[in-house]
């Protein structure tokens, strides 16, 4: 992906992840919100084109070689679109179980257990104070660990390859649940496809963002 950036459509209905996310909440959040961070996006790069042909990964991890006028809007709305990507790739109407397999291998040795794991997860979702994200990531060993990240910024900087990401912004679940994260956070553990969080664990002795 590289300027001009275009909105990825969904690989299900708005509805598809009934009853645990509503269909106007993914509606809004994905035909509103990303699209508006895909249109800054572009904005920002429309005047810049040596940088036009640049990565989204590129981009955000070069971030103090930008132009500093650029460097804000790529930041927030880079980082939209790069963190939205993945966390609705991250979802399969249902869910899809973790199977055995190399992953589930690196959450028992790095978190005791799957369910120790998530209450992590969860616990670091609920600690970002205002608006953010918390992660799953491996490091270029494959080791695990929980991150957090406020507003737009991402995993990215510290070349960390993303497994599982959480978006706590409000407008994520404030449609369905009003405020209370927790409900939101026990919901989106329902659609979570584990396969696809398979697939990206097994990038991690690929993963330089440096290079991207």
């Known amino acids: ?12 209905a708005y509805d598809a992840m009934e009853p645990f996310i509503d269909a106007k909440t993914m509606e809004i959040h994905h035909s509103k919100h990303v699209q508006t961070y895909v249109d800054n996006l572009n904005k920002a790069l429309e005047t810049q084109p040596d940088y036009q042909n640049w990565s989204l990964e590129r981009l955000l991890y070069n971030l103090d070689k930008l132009p500093q006028s650029i460097q804000a809007p790529v930041r927030n709305s880079g980082g939209g679109v790069y963190n939205h990507n993945l966390y609705f790739a991250i979802m399969t109407p249902g869910g899809k179980a973790l199977t055995d397999g190399t992953l589930k291998v690196a959450i028992d040795r790095d978190f005791g257990s799957f369910d120790e794991m998530l209450a992590q997860l969860k616990a670091a979702g609920l600690s970002v104070f205002g608006s953010g994200w918390a992660w799953l990531v491996a490091d270029s060993q494959g080791k695990l660990s929980i991150f957090k990240s406020p507003n737009q910024d991402t995993q990215i900087p510290a070349n960390l390859t993303p497994v599982i990401n959480l978006d706590v912004w409000e407008h994520a679940y404030y449609l369905k649940v009003q405020n209370r994260r927790a409900e939101y956070i026990d919901n989106f553990f329902n659609v979570i496809d584990w396969a696809t969080a398979q697939r990206n664990y097994d990038k991690f002795a690929q993963t330089d963002f440096s290079k991207a």
């Open 1 to 12: 992906m590289h300027y001009p950036f275009k909105l990825q459509p969904l690989p299900y």
